[in-house]
C-alpha cells in the first residue's frame, strides 16, 4: 500500500482480514513499513499467501 502522502516517522501499522467468508487461522501480516509505505501479506488456512480481503490502519 502506499500512502497519499509520507509520514514524518515510520508509522505503527496494524492490519486484519475482514468479511464474513474467512476461517479463523487465515491471517494478515504486516511485511515491511516504511514512511511511505507498507507491505501486507494475507494468507489462508494452510499457512499459504492467498487472497484475502482486510482493512488497515497507519498512524504516525
Excluded at 10 to 18: D, E, F, K, L
Excluded at 28 to 54: M, N
Aim: negative net charge; aromatic residues 12%.
Amino acid at each position: 500500500m502506499i500512502f497519499l502522502r509520507d509520514f514524518e516517522e515510520i508509522p505503527s501499522v496494524v492490519a486484519t482480514i475482514n468479511d464474513d467468508g474467512w476461517k479463523i487461522v487465515d491471517n494478515a501480516h504486516v511485511a515491511k513499513v516504511d514512511a511511505g509505505q507498507c507491505e501486507i501479506h494475507t494468507g489462508d488456512y494452510y499457512g499459504a499467501l492467498a487472497d484475502r480481503p482486510f482493512s488497515f490502519i497507519a498512524v504516525g
